[in-house]
């Protein structure tokens, strides 16, 4: 009897060390594959980040993505970083990365809370391409390296509309990063080539000029913390988007850049621009028909032509701009400060605009208003205009070398409900030889002191309801209340 009960403590200690052998083994395994899901994904060599097989160096085309891993704890089963290294891109400036980025945008494009990875001490030359939506939620763009558009003119289609990287139908989308984007523009400013896309554009009214980041039909959209440089033309353009926000960025291309707009707005609405730095050869923001609720804080701006709303109402087109808040912004050596500009002509309205705690340093024209835009050495006069009304300027001090205030309205679209308060402007030690007496043309308001020079205090006309009711008439049924 005690030989049996011995076998059976031996046999049900095997049992046991076994059992605890085959748990062992198992556990080790899946601490082994937990370690290798989160090695770094630029260390992978075989296979793309996502998971798919690597791309085929002759297509730089995903293969087929192989049979899943099996799951043993909570960690991700896909990686949600898509490294543009793993889709064949070489990442030495001269390669073309182009294939390789879109292949990365397309495969992240399916999976929840991706990244497009651009990595850092990488240089990706990417010719002008279109990174289509919609993706599954919460995609981020990650630029830690350097991405350069083609540095030559003839790299660009040929077509009506240029944009370098053009996102599209894009929702919930962030693009950030350390790194910065290089439009490598200096080939499109020569006066020669800039006089040739403008002729080229009267004959094509659609043609857009060179565009470095374009956002179209996109909503809920993050730009921060990356720098762009050297746009052929417009840096940063939101059309017919909404839900925008731009942060921390910077900006900046020669003052020799024509019509270098730094961020272009176009039918869009609910934005927020702060905290940024914007240097251009024109206007630092434009803010352009169709948008509404618009906000720009704490914005340094110079060179460049300021900060504006226009042109509006070219060709006689109808203009549609309201609820526009700019404040806290500091400009140096720009052309104007905060403008608003119109084509004769043009209907519409511009309603309900403040700006606010604006300082300006050698700025030629700190406020403006101009109802008679003209790129043109003589334009002929028209009667229509786009009505302008309830527009606040709110402490506004520094210095001018031109004028310090130049309020030129419509002869038979006046601007009405306009308030001036707090207003000190110094002539500049650098300025022209002659300064100007601030000008009021057909403009009605009230002012509030402090108000320098002393000739702003007596520039408003009186509000008078004639002046309202002739606003009002050029706005009915074209604007929305």
Known sequence: MKSIRNSSVRFFLFVVVAIFIRFAMISVEARKHHSNRNKPHKHLKDKGSHGHNAPDP??????????????YGSYPTHSTIFDVLSFGAKGDGVSDDSKALVAAWKAACKVSGAVVEIPAEFKFLIKPITLQGPCMPHLVLEVDGILLAPPQVGAWPKSGLFQWL?????????IQGTGKLDGQGSAWWSPSRVYNIQKRSEHNPDMKVPTALRFYDSHNVTVRDIQITNSPQCHLKFDSSSGIKVNNITINSPENSPNTDGIHLQNTKDVEIQHSNIGCGDDCVSIQTGCSNIHVHHINCGPGHG???????????AACVSDIVVEEISLQNTLSGVRIKTWQGGVGSVKNVTFSSIEVSDVKYPVIIDQFYCDKKICKNQTDAVAISGVKYDRIIGSYSVQPLHLACSNDVPCTDVDLIDIQLKPSSNGFRGFRQALCWNSYGKSQAPLLPSSIDYCLRTESRSAKRIARSHTEHICPP
């Open 166 to 174: 053009n996102f599209k139908w894009v929702h919930d989308f962030t």
């Open 58 to 71: 002759a297509t730089n085309i995903p293969g087929p993505a192989p049979a899943p891993l099996p799951y």
């Open 307 to 317: 900060i504006s709303l226009g042109g509006l109402g070219k060709d006689k087109s």
